[in-house]
Each structure stands twice: as structure tokens, then as C-alpha cells.
């Protein structure tokens, strides 16, 4: 088993805080090896001294002449002393390095302004008339990242995505390599928390109150992030990914997230019928795409569905599994990442929008969902009088049309 832990051959340590790749992650880690070390020296002092009087005061043939009791000493103050001393030592030996670490994690570089409706909800005293005329490309990027069961939202409300402005990035954030990134952490139901192990982590996220983390990536690549504080059924399904690209390749990604979809092409008859079905079948109560449907803000938005590399909370992967993992091999890291397989894609799609508490056993439980207990067709939370449960049934051809009209989502 102790062997298991030393594997690096298998690139299953996706998640792993071993392998830091930023400063925040490099901080924790520090930390750690400096008390792992210190701890190994104390344990090889006293196991050591523990094995020498075990062998140097066994039991010998002959032992029976002797006093059964060992006459009883006073202790030794010196060795006491010595003991006491270095004990307190060694505390604050760790102790220095731990409390600088959270001074260093806990403090964002330099602070940044609110800009929107959203961010008035922190209330920030930093935010002086000095450091109001600082362009956004010299404030720290700020990330709002909020949790719901079982996914997250993270919204830039100094670029202007926000979830009131109707374009938010569901559970697929991406930052610019290099920058340090503020990222305020709230949550809309229950307690989650925000870790990912190769860059920072955890702290969680609370209702009603405000917690922030920071983190920066020295390095390009995809990286993957996990809700860390159980917050029910799809607590283990509740992941999220953080994709770290050149400054010139951000801001393309923002201008493309808050562009709005475009119009279904009019010879794609199956994505014409998908799109009439996303408005029948009540997916406009709760999603927003922009440029087609605008009235949904309580669940992912889907505008740029297809181009993401995951669906529901990241737990299902849109990439074609023997390449990503020829991709990983090949490069002998998990942060390089393929592309968007459109027929994994679509299957996933089928397969999500097919189970979720849509289909139901004999004693009326949700059978077959691929993310037990998920929020989608789940409208007890709307409070309406006999709203509780859809009664949504698809056909297959149901199904594939709107798969057909979420891939044109780009
Ligand atoms: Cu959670």
C-alpha cells in the first residue's frame, strides 16, 4: 500500500496537492514537507531510543537473582528541562512557517474595485477614489465563485459576466497564467468548498457570509477542482475545472463568453425542433441562452454549452477518454487537454437530459440518474403550490433534437 502512494507512473493525480503549480499551492506544500520533515526526525529520535531500551533492557536468563523492583529515582530535571524545551521548540519551529503561510494565502496582492450589482454584496473598504482610476488589466482579476447543489457559478464582475447580466461560466472558469486571482466565495443553498489541489485550496463557501481565497497559475493547462465539504446527494459529483491560459488567449475567451448564440442555422431541421422543444419542455424556466431565450438564471447557463469540456458540475467529460489519456501519457502531465469530442458530447447530453429526475421506479424514485438527487426538473424550490415534481417524458427523437440544438451552442 505504501508502495500505491509512491505511483507516478499512472497519471491519476490529476487532483493532486503534491504537485503544485502556483504560488498559493507551492505555500501549502512548503509548509507541509517542513512539518513531514520535522515529524520524521522527531519519530526516527524517539522509535530510535524507544528500539535501544527495548533491546538494551530485555529480559536475559539470569534476570530471575535479581530485584523484581527497580529502585525508584527522582527523574532527571536536566532531561525535563531539555524535553519541555525542545517540544516548544519544535512547535514554534512549524509554527512559523504555518502562520506566514496563512497570512500569505489569506492576503490578495493588491486589491480591486466592485463594478457590479453582484459585488455589492462585499462590501469592500479598499475600493478609495486612488485605485478606482487603476485599469482593470493592473487590478487583481476578480473571480465571483458561487456554490449550488451540485454545481458552481463564477462570474467577472469586473468584465461585466456576471449572472445578472445574463452571461455567467458555469463550473469551467478560465484565468490568465501569471496573474493573481481574488476569488470571492459565496454560496446560494448549503456549505461547499472551493479546492483545487494544484493551485490553492480549501475554503469554503457559506451562506450569508463572505470568504475569499486567491490563487495565481505559473503554468498553462487544465486543471481540476472539487467541492470539498459534503452538501448532500451529488456531493461527490460536484467538480469543477480551472483553465489557465495566455493573457492574449483570455481576453478572446471573454469576448466570446459575452457574445450571444447565434442563430440556429435554418437548414439544421433537427436543431430547429430542439430549439421549439427547449421552450416547450420548460428548459427556459430555469436556463439562459443568450440571444435565443433570456427569462432562466437559476441553473447553468447554456449559451456556450458545446464548447465547455464537461457537463453537470463537471462530473460528466465531454473529451474522448483514450485520447485525453494518450494526451496525458504522452506529455506525462494531466494539465494538457484535448478538445471537445462532439459525439461524446452529445451522448452525455442525451444521457443528462434522459435521466435527470425524469424517469422514476415503481415506488416513485428517480431510477437511472446519472447525478442522484440533482436540481434539474426539480421545482419544489420554486415554492409554488403543487409544483414539485415535473412530469417530463422524452422520446428518443425528443432527446436527440435537443442535443442537436444544444451542440450548436458554441
Ligand atoms: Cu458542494
Redesign the pocket.
Known amino acids: 500500500m505504501i508502495m500505491v502512494g509512491c505511483s507516478k507512473a499512472d497519471l491519476t493525480v490529476r487532483q493532486s496537492t503534491l504537485d503544485p503549480k502556483g504560488p498559493v499551492a507551492q505555500t501549502q506544500f512548503d509548509v507541509f514537507m517542513a512539518t513531514v520533515w520535522l515529524v520524521v526526525v522527531l519519530f526516527v529520535l524517539v522509535g530510535g531510543l524507544l528500539v535501544f531500551a527495548v533491546i538494551k533492557f530485555r529480559s536475559r536468563p539470569g534476570d530471575e537473582n535479581k530485584p523484581a523492583i527497580v529502585e525508584e529515582g527522582h527523574g532527571n530535571p536536566l532531561i525535563e528541562i531539555g524535553l519541555i524545551t525542545a517540544s516548544i521548540g519544535a512547535l514554534v519551529i512549524i509554527a512559523i512557517p504555518t502562520l506566514s503561510a496563512i497570512w500569505y494565502t489569506d492576503e490578495v496582492p493588491a486589491e480591486a474595485i466592485p463594478t457590479s450589482k453582484l459585488s455589492a454584496w462585499y462590501p469592500r473598504v479598499e475600493g478609495t477614489r486612488e485605485n478606482y482610476a487603476k485599469a482593470v488589466e493592473e487590478q487583481v482579476l476578480e473571480v465571483d465563485a458561487i456554490?449550488k447543489?451540485?454545481w458552481f457559478r463564477f462570474e467577472y464582475p469586473q468584465l461585466g459576466l456576471t449572472n445578472d447580466a445574463k452571461h455567467s461560466v458555469p463550473n469551467e472558469f478560465v484565468i490568465p497564467k501569471g496573474k493573481a486571482v481574488r476569488i470571492n466565495l459565496r454560496s446560494e443553498d448549503?456549505i461547499?468548498?472551493f479546492w483545487v489541489p494544484k493551485l490553492a485550496g480549501k475554503v469554503d463557501l457559506m451562506p450569508g457570509r463572505k470568504n475569499h481565497l486567491w490563487l495565481q497559475a505559473d503554468q498553462t493547462g487544465h486543471y481540476y477542482g472539487q467541492?470539498a465539504?459534503?452538501?448532500?446527494d451529488s456531493?461527490a459529483y460536484?467538480l469543477f475545472r480551472v483553465t489557465v491560459v495566455e493573457p492574449a488567449e483570455f481576453a478572446k475567451w471573454v469576448q466570446a463568453q459575452k457574445a450571444d448564440a447565434a442563430p440556429v442555422p435554418a437548414a439544421n431541421i433537427k436543431a430547429e425542433k430542439g430549439k421549439a422543444l427547449f421552450a416547450a419542455k420548460s428548459c427556459v424556466m430555469c436556463h439562459n441562452v443568450g440571444g435565443h431565450f433570456g427569462a432562466g438564471a437559476f441553473a447553468p447557463d447554456l449559451t456556450h454549452v458545446a464548447s465547455r469540456k464537461t457537463l453537470a458540475g463537471a462530473w460528466l467529460d465531454n473529451r474522448n477518454k483514450d485520447a485525453q489519456r494518450a494526451l496525458e501519457l504522452k506529455t506525462g502531465n494531466t494539465e494538457a487537454s484535448v478538445e471537445v469530442d462532439p459525439a461524446t458530447l452529445k451522448a452525455n447530453l442525451i444521457k443528462w437530459i434522459g435521466s435527470s429526475g425524469v424517469a422514476k421506479d415503481a415506488a416513485g424514485k428517480p431510477t437511472k440518474d446519472v447525478k442522484p438527487g440533482n436540481r434539474m426538473h426539480y421545482y419544489k424550490m420554486f415554492n409554488v403550490a403543487g409544483l414539485n415534481e415535473t412530469n417530463q417524458k422524452f422520446t428518443d427523437e425528443e432527446l436527440d433534437c435537443l442535443a442537436e440544438y444544444l451542440l450548436t451552442l458554441k
Open positions: 456554490g447543489q451540485w448549503v461547499h468548498s467541492c465539504e459534503f452538501c448532500g456531493h460536484m
